[in-house]
């Protein structure tokens, strides 16, 4: 299995600028979900995904559009970049439920200039 | 609503030393806890978890943590810290939302530093 994959590993953006970030999984997940690692933050949830077509707002969504069309993909889109979204980003996806653990991807580092 | 405080944002011990990360929870309703670890440039990844069986709970890498339900603590220790060790440590909660999966809430990180 290769787990959670993310690509690009990093990427410059101008400001205005859209972007989508993939995320896929191979594990059969059903829950997906995306962070971002800001310097002293930790890890702040922007969107995630009980299932294909099912998505809900984390606590820092706003800037970021998500979709879930298949069990294995959650993409996030950035609309219109902005220098606050310069961040690491990471992609997990566990079995739904509450005890089970998340599998995070290796994350990508987005500068936005 | 849940939350998480991780005490010291940067540990540093000598290699040998006791490792004590702290971690502080706010929970409505009983919680599930998780330790993370992230190595540089590298995503998270799981230490241990409390699922309400045994509260002293073992992990990887000789790591284990104490639930503690009278201080809401889930403090990670090491007995015997190795070079190796130095990460950012993430502490986190998760609490079931009715109607929607679990959510995880992390603290700010505890970078541990071991020294020689």
Request: with cysteine.
């Amino acid at each position: 299995n290769a787990g959670v994959t993310q690509t690009p590993k990093f990427q410059v953006l101008k400001t205005g600028q859209s972007m989508t970030l993939q995320c896929a999984q191979d594990m059969n997940h059903e829950y997906m979900s995306w962070y971002r690692q800001d310097p002293g933050m930790g890890l702040r949830l922007i969107h995630y995904s009980v299932g294909a077509g099912i998505t809900d707002q984390g606590e820092v969504p706003n800037g970021y559009n998500v979709s879930r069309s298949t069990t294995e993909d959650f993409p996030l889109r950035l609309l219109s970049a902005a220098p606050s979204q310069t961040s690491v980003y990471f992609c997990a996806s566990s079995y739904r439920g509450i005890s089970y653990e998340q599998y995070f991807g290796p994350g990508t580092r987005l500068t936005v200039t | 609503a849940q939350s998480v405080t991780q005490l010291g944002s940067h540990v540093s011990v000598s290699e040998g030393a006791l490792v004590l990360l702290r971690c502080n929870y706010s929970s409505s309703v009983p919680p599930y806890l998780f330790w993370y670890v992230q190595y540089p440039n590298q995503g998270l990844q799981l230490l241990l978890k409390y699922t309400s069986a045994a509260t002293l709970v073992k992990g990887i890498n000789g790591f284990e943590a104490e639930f503690k339900k009278s201080e809401t603590s889930f403090h990670l220790t090491k007995p015997s810290a190795h070079m190796s060790d130095a990460a950012e440590y993430f502490c986190a909660v998760s609490a079931f939302n009715t109607g929607t999966a679990s959510k995880l809430t992390f603290g700010t990180g505890t970078r541990l530093q071991v020294t020689l």
